[in-house]
Nanobody
Framework: QVQLVESGGGSVQAGGSLRLSCAASGYRYSTGWFRQVPGKEREVVAV????????LYGDSLKGRFTISQDNPKKMVFLQMNSLKPEDTAMYYCAASSGYGGIWDRETTYPYWGQGTQVTVSS
C-alpha cells in the first residue's frame, strides 16, 4: 500500500516560486504531480520514475517546473518557478506501483494524496 502526503502549497505572487513536497510510503514505480482547477479535468504536471529518476513533463511546463526525488527519504518534489495566475490549482501527488498505463493519464495512478492548494495572484 502506498500513502502520499503533500505539503508546500500556498499563495504567491506571479513570478514567484514554490516547492511542493510529497512524502511517500511503500514501493512506487513512478510518482507524478497532477493539478486540477474546479470544473476542469485533472492534468499531468510531471512524472518521475523511481528506478532511474527519468522524468516526463506535461505540455509547456518543462522549463518552469522541475520534478525530483530523494529515494532514501522517500520524498518527491516539484519546484515551480516563474509562476503564473493560470498555475493556480489544487496539486496532487500520485503514484503507481507497477509498469503499465499511459504516463500522463490519471487512471494510471491508483494512489493519491489529498492535495495542496497553490494560488498565484497577478
Amino acid at each position: 500500500q502506498v500513502q502520499l502526503v503533500e505539503s508546500g502549497g500556498g499563495s504567491v505572487q506571479a513570478g514567484g516560486s514554490l516547492r511542493l513536497s510529497c512524502a511517500a510510503s511503500g514501493y512506487r514505480y513512478s510518482t507524478g504531480w497532477f493539478r486540477q482547477v474546479p470544473g476542469k479535468e485533472r492534468e499531468v504536471v510531471a512524472v518521475i520514475f523511481n528506478r532511474d529518476s527519468s522524468t516526463l513533463y506535461g505540455d509547456s511546463l518543462k522549463g518552469r517546473f522541475t520534478i525530483s526525488q530523494d529515494n532514501p527519504k522517500k520524498m518527491v518534489f516539484l519546484q515551480m518557478n516563474s509562476l503564473k495566475p493560470e498555475d493556480t490549482a489544487m496539486y496532487y501527488c500520485a503514484a503507481s506501483s507497477g509498469y503499465g498505463g499511459i504516463w500522463d493519464r490519471e487512471t494510471t495512478y491508483p494512489y493519491w494524496g489529498q492535495g495542496t492548494q497553490v494560488t498565484v495572484s497577478s
